[in-house]
């Protein structure tokens, strides 16, 4: 008989999320009309048609209710990328108007939907774009970023009434003081690199699309670019990102089906990388977008319903992996087995599966008067037990 830990909950090939940066209260009137056009939002407009959140509801989550997203929240007025630009912008805090307060924490009680942490400005503007610095290359001393980082979790426990669990650097820029400032400050998780991106430059061996710690802080890899269009996808035809999706199927025979199999056939994380807005203050259009790319996502969910996955916000990923690697297994005899563990995980949940040569449909395993059944699938048996750590948990046929 062998039992094993499951890398990802329910046995799941790979766990799937749906990454939105630059969540925000922010509204770029592109249309200097002040009225909302498809687009323009970032938050700001809650669930107002043509919202970002209305797209997202609409084309995305009730066609595809499994569907988990982590937006990542600048929680301050978002800095636009040049000081003076001819847009009209409205952007303030999340704390600026008691109706965007209402909304994060409607949006915050679904389970599908994780508020995570994005920078308090998100960077500093410059001149041109290319003088634009991201936030967590700005600081200039540790002690700078941690109360910076301080600061902006405040103002988001203020608004939900929970901290941020995890985050992402702006822009994936950072500097010698932040992945210190990011422990020091409590993360569980958090997005350091784009390594999508940094696998397509060759020179970059920076990449891994596994998931790793750095300090005491869990690194969630984001590994598929949301305007990565598929060649089936006819009405993206004639634009740059399609032209640029031919390219890497001709000279590295890439597509976006390929990437999407690569990642399940490792059990390696589908973080699909997007943004709330296609606008920028500098005229160029942000990439990847919900907006841009809503056919290629739609395309991308349904692609994915052939595999057996888990859809999981960046939280809930965090936390299985981090009991993942701190539980170890012990076979004391054919029917007993005990858990021992690095921290103390009691009640929480792990996946395990057993192989033993037995015709039962089911097997129980019980501990402290609870008893787990797991399921006869594919030759062995599979189910979530409860961990205790040091304690017998024993095996019966059923």
């Known amino acids: ?71 990542f929240t600048v929680v301050g007025e978002r800095e636009p990328i040049l000081k003076n630009n001819n847009k009209k912008i409205y952007s303030k805090s999340i704390l600026e108007d008691e109706k965007f307060v209402r909304f994060l924490n409607d949006i915050n009680k679904k389970k599908n939907v994780e508020i995570a942490y994005h920078g308090l400005t998100h960077g500093v503007a410059g001149e041109t774009r290319f003088d634009f610095k991201e936030e967590w290359e700005t600081f200039g001393s540790l002690n700078q970023a941690i109360e910076t980082i301080e600061k902006g979790k405040e103002m988001l426990y203020k608004a939900i009434g929970e901290y941020p669990k995890g985050g992402k650097y702006c822009g994936y820029k950072f500097n010698q003081y932040s992945d210190e400032s990011i422990s020091k400050t409590g993360f569980l998780w958090w997005c350091r690199h784009w390594d999508a991106a940094l696998e397509e430059n060759i020179t970059n061996k920076n990449f891994n699309y596994e998931l790793e710690t750095f300090h005491d802080v869990i690194d969630i890899p984001s590994t598929i670019d949301g305007s990565f269009y598929s060649l089936k996808n006819h009405k993206k035809i004639f634009t740059k990102k399609y032209a640029k999706s031919i390219l890497e199927k001709i000279k590295k025979r890439k597509s976006i089906e390929f990437l999407l199999d690569e990642r ?34 739609q395309y991308i969910f349904a692609y994915l319903k052939k595999y057996n996955l888990w859809y999981a916000t960046g ?18 005899n054919e029917n007993t087995f005990i858990i021992n563990t690095e921290e103390d995980l009691e009640g929480r949940e792990l996946t395990i599966k057993i192989n033993r040569n037995t015709q039962s449909q089911f097997l129980s395993v019980t501990i402290k008067n609870q008893k787990f059944i797991l399921n006869k699938s594919n030759g062995y048996y599979m189910g979530d037990i409860k961990i205790y750590n040091d304690f017998p948990y024993v095996i019966e046929e059923g």
């Open 315 to 332: 939280t809930e990923i965090a936390e299985y992996y981090y009991i993942y690697c701190k539980t170890h297994i012990k076979l004391k």
């Open 1 to 71: 008989m062998r039992i094993e830990k499951c890398k990802w909950k329910n046995n799941a090939d790979s766990p799937v999320l749906l990454m939105i940066d630059d969540f925000a209260n922010t509204w770029i009137d592109e249309n200097n009309n002040e009225k909302l056009a498809l687009g323009e939002d970032w938050g700001h407009f809650g669930r107002e048609k043509n919202s970002m959140w209305d797209v997202l509801e609409k084309n995305i989550f009730n066609i595809f209710p499994e569907v988990s997203t982590t937006l």
């Open 264 to 297: 399940v056939s490792n059990k390696q994380i589908i973080s699909i990388q997007e943004h709330s807005s296609p606008l920028r203050a500098d005229n160029r259009i942000q990439y990847p977008n919900i907006i841009s790319d809503l056919e290629n996502l």
